[in-house]
């Protein structure tokens, strides 16, 4: 039987022997191109994973670029907050002052975020950046206004210089003239004190005639004259005789005789009213004894105008 078929098999038809050899030329072309395919395949995964190594490279490349101008970015924030800090020395403008001092927190605010933010996100360091722009612009500004504010200040500060100066000497040359007129004025409050001269005491009895003798005596004359002085007020004036005794005590008819003298109220013996033309003017006082006398010496103090213009004394035994 196997016979059989081996025989049958040897003699089978030739369209047989056709179709196989077709199926083989078809297996042998799918061959090829499948192994064209796992070709092309291989090789488009090698240059794809040669792709990735490269692009990988490139985006390293890029964050070390994007890593840089971050840096960059971040010198220039600390710049201009140093910038901050040195102009605000310079500011002596307290509205000025307090907007310099919201800019520079602002720039503060924005260099600490751009030290947390990464490299790769662009957008907000661009952001970042552009805000930096504007704030800088602003400093600007500012060290405008200050420069015009100082160039104002050095302009008034001079003209208060050479203003003060033209006070200082105007106060000086009327300080001067107030010394020149103080002393003036003295000279002339000097020159206008009355002045008692030749000055004559007698002690008198009840008569009127000299006496000597302590228990006769009645009464004191005191005669003498007030010199000529072109620069006193003329008038009445009212002269007044101070009697100190031994003791030292003023003697006085009464405790409310009192006069100004030296801004203290003293005591006087007696007073006579005069009318003063400026020229020598004789004048005689007299003084009432009411009381014993002492011996010793008594000493005279003549007063007009709240100045004493003229003194003497004399001795009782």
Known sequence: ????????????????????KKTKIIISIMAIIGTLIIAALTVLLVNTYSNLNQTESEIKEIEKVMEFEKQVSIEEFEKLSQEYEEFYIEINNDSLLQLINE?????KDLLQELKTVKATNAKRIRELQKELGTVRGVLKQYIAQVDSLNHENIKLTQ??????????SATKTVKEMEEK???????IDM???????????????????????????????????????????????????CINAP????????????FTFEEN???????KNIAYTGENTDVCIYYDIENALEKGTYHIGIFAD????????????
């Open 159 to 168: 003209e208060n210089v050479k203003v003060r100066k033209q006070y200082e």
């Open 306 to 317: 709240g100045n004493l213009i003229g003194t003497t004394g004399f001795a009782l035994n």
């Open 181 to 187: 007129n103080a002393e003036l004025g003295k000279l």
């Open 265 to 271: 109220e003293i005591a006087y013996s007696a007073k």
């Open 247 to 258: 003791s030292g005590e003023v003697m006085t008819l009464s405790p409310d005789q009192l």
């Open 103 to 107: 800019e520079k927190q602002k720039v």
């Open 191 to 241: 020159a206008a004190v009355l002045e008692a001269q030749n000055i004559q005491v007698r002690t008198l009895n009840n008569k009127g005639n000299d006496t000597k003798r302590l228990k006769r005596i009645t009464k004191f004359e005191f005669c003498f004259t007030i010199l000529r002085n072109i620069t006193a007020e003329r008038g009445e004036k009212t002269i007044y005789i």
């Open 1 to 20: 039987m196997s016979a059989k078929v081996v025989k049958n098999y040897l003699f089978l038809p030739n369209k047989f022997y056709s179709m196989n």
